[in-house]
Nanobody
Framework: QVQLVESGGGVVHAGGSLRLSCAAS????????MGWFRQAPGKWRDVVAV????????YYADSVKGRFTISRDNAKNTVYLQMNSLKPEDTAVYYC?????????????????WGQGTQVTDY
């Protein structure tokens, strides 16, 4: 099993930056694809960015391309989401998730483990 804990959320002015971290426990982390999702009030939980287990390939939602960067450090069992040029519409609870035996999962139901989320508020 994998346990995930997000951190790094907070309040930032429009145009600012935040770096989210997701710390994972469990020896299967290095073989899991990792994703970041976000959910605003009254909205579905949507994919933001995904990275393969090796970090060799990534996916970004159109709304964040050019502004967000996903990365991982398997030696530290940690995945990151660098968020630049934040907009009010980026306000949401951000979740990290792990998918076992997947290369580049883009759907919520492909993920096996979820963190509890961290709040990002842009104003």
């Amino acid at each position: 099993q994998v346990q995930l804990v997000e951190s790094g959320g907070g309040v930032v002015h429009a145009g600012g930056s935040l770096r989210l971290s997701c710390a994972a426990s469990g020896r299967t982390f290095s073989s899991c694809a990792m994703g970041w999702f976000r959910q605003a009030p009254g909205k579905w939980r949507d994919v933001v960015a995904v990275i393969t287990w090796s970090g060799s390939n990534t996916y970004y939602a159109d709304s964040v391309k050019g502004r967000f960067t996903i990365s991982r450090d398997n030696a530290k069992n940690t995945v990151y989401l660098q968020m630049n040029s934040l907009k009010p519409e980026d306000t949401a609870v951000y979740y990290c998730a792990a998918a076992q035996d997947e290369l580049l999962p883009l759907s919520r139901n492909e993920y096996d483990y979820w963190g509890q989320g961290t709040q990002v508020t842009d104003y």
